[in-house]
């Protein structure tokens, strides 16, 4: 089975500047996905980003980008520019390809992002 | 903009009452989730449906919890009787497995039971 892992419980940085957020995964498989998804106050869960384990160039969504390390099994998550809207919990998933076995994602437990003013 | 509904957003109800959460998935999504989030445990995977099809129901407790698919544009959570430790966000999530495999969720169904 995998498992998803996230070391940081709580995050802080300063509007403007820049975070990273860090997730190690456990897997057999070759081939998956992974994502990270924010969850404000709300509760909604909203996807940020997402990476295919077969391609080599690390994704990027606006002021989001990834960190992607294959071998080191490690998907860490760069927010550049922080704004006062990008507190929220971050949670790191992992998907298989194969959807063979058990499907959907395997959460880490959460990074909770302070964004001081 | 297509999205995931469920209802109700919020419930209260008594200890022993049944509770039934709905959920509407993405038109077209093949594949329809039911997590819940708690505190304590995080995000657990209760089961989920394929082209309708129940593939994996080993995260629910079986004799009170019940999932059903009676349609392609319906996903039912039932719970009977309902504890207090059900207490929880549940979320449905829909996707296309097979292509982009991305899971996208629905705004998720607050309980508490006291």
């Known amino acids: 089975a995998q498992t998803v892992t996230q070391s940081q419980p709580e995050m802080s940085v300063q509007e403007a500047e820049t975070v990273t957020l860090s997730c190690t995964y456990d897997?057999?498989?070759?081939?998956?996905?992974l994502f990270w998804y924010k969850q404000p106050p709300s509760r909604q869960m909203i996807l940020v980003i997402r990476?295919?384990?077969?391609?080599?160039q690390n994704a990027t969504e606006n002021r989001f980008s990834v960190n992607f390390q294959k071998a080191a099994k490690s998907f860490s998550l760069k927010i550049s520019d922080s704004q006062l809207g990008d507190a929220a919990m971050y949670f790191c998933a992992y998907r298989s390809i194969t959807g063979g076995g058990a499907d959907g994602l395997t959460f880490g437990k959460g990074t909770h992002l302070i964004i001081q003013p | 903009d297509a999205r995931v509904t469920q209802t109700p957003r919020h419930k209260v109800t008594e200890m022993g009452q049944e509770v039934t959460m709905r959920c509407q998935p993405i038109l077209g999504h093949n594949t329809v989730f039911w997590y819940r989030q708690t505190m304590m445990q995080g995000l657990e995977l209760l089961a989920y449906?394929?082209?309708?099809?129940?593939l994996d129901d080993s995260g629910m407790p079986k004799d009170r919890f019940s999932a059903e698919m009676p349609d392609a544009t319906l996903a039912t959570l039932k719970i009977q009787p309902s504890e207090p430790r059900d207490s929880a966000v549940y979320f449905c999530?829909?996707?296309?497995w097979g292509f982009g495999n991305t899971i996208y969720f629905g705004e998720g169904s607050w309980l508490t039971v006291v």
């Open positions: 897997t057999s498989e070759s081939d998956y996905y």
């Open positions: 999530a829909s996707g296309f």
């Open positions: 449906f394929r082209n309708r099809a129940p």
């Open positions: 990476q295919e384990a077969y391609k080599q």
